[in-house]
């Protein structure tokens, strides 16, 4: 999964930029309405001001179209006396974003080159990050859950039982057969910059629910490719390496246990209640659309 979204060659995000909206592969948010942007602007607006800090990072802003709105709606002051930072590990994604905003925001490769250059204090958000990070899946067997791989004529096969990685999803009684994602290098990444961020809060949006939802009425999980718009499951999700994106539904349950040594994290609820919260949006498109998505909003530092 890795290979297949990230390759710098043949992976699905570096090699092309334009699988976003009605002539791509599927839709974001930002494409839809403007109305999560205002939610996101206020509750930038707000955390700024509450942590006193003076950075805003955006990690993996994509095409940029988010980021361009978000600044668009925050208030004049706020925005002149902000600096924006923009973190995207995609070489053609990242020249894009350089092609839109030059220098009126900085660019980094990775979020620890951003917390350097803010002294390691920002306020922080994602819009389906998580996602994009390759997951592990893993099947309930009678005895142990055991992770699932594939052979080399792209055929899935059970592993011999090994140690798990840390996760909710294990803790709950689910029935023989079932199979589960666990975003495990989502996890490896936050350990490798969550001690160096010092002051602020972040914004986690993604499609997913908690760990004791997640699966309702799924035994076979959420793993999934979108190609053109359409939802593919089973064997073709590995079809077609670096031409369809590969995403599995975010435990948002984990992401605060994972967290917790760093953050405070507050009870993740709908993107659709963030969205009237902040934005007080009554766009019933968006609202809906929104409802299958939550955020996470976590504070660091006083």
Known sequence: ???????????????????????GDFTTAPQLSEAPAKAI?????????????????????GLGTLTAQVIRNLPFATRFRTRFHLVESSLALAEHQKS???????????????LQSCSGEAVIFSNELVDAFPARVFKKTRKVWRELALDSLMKEVLLPPAKLPPSSIFQIPFEENQTVEVHDAYRLWLESWLPQWTRGEMLTIDY??????????RPRG????YRLHQCLH??????NCG???????????????????????????TFADFIRSFAK???SHIIDAAAHFRVLIQKSGG
């Open 41 to 61: 602007a206020a509750w930038v607006a707000r955390a700024l001001r509450e942590t006193k800090t003076r950075h805003v990072i955006e990690i993996g802003p």
């Open 222 to 225: 959420t793993l999934r490719a």
């Open 100 to 114: 839109l905003f030059g220098k009126k925001v900085a660019h980094h490769v990775s979020i620890l080159d951003a």
């Open 281 to 283: 949006s009554s766009d």
């Open 1 to 23: 999964m890795a290979r297949a979204l990230h390759d710098p060659v043949r992976g699905y995000y570096p090699r092309n930029i334009r699988n976003i909206g009605a002539r």
């Open 243 to 269: 031409h369809q994106d590969i995403t599995a539904d975010v435990n948002f349950t984990d992401l605060a246990d994972w967290s917790q040594p760093w953050l405070a994290s507050s009870p993740s609820y």
């Open 208 to 217: 997913g629910d908690i760990a004791e939802r997640l699966y309702h009425r």
């Open 234 to 239: 089973g064997a073709a999700v590995f079809e």
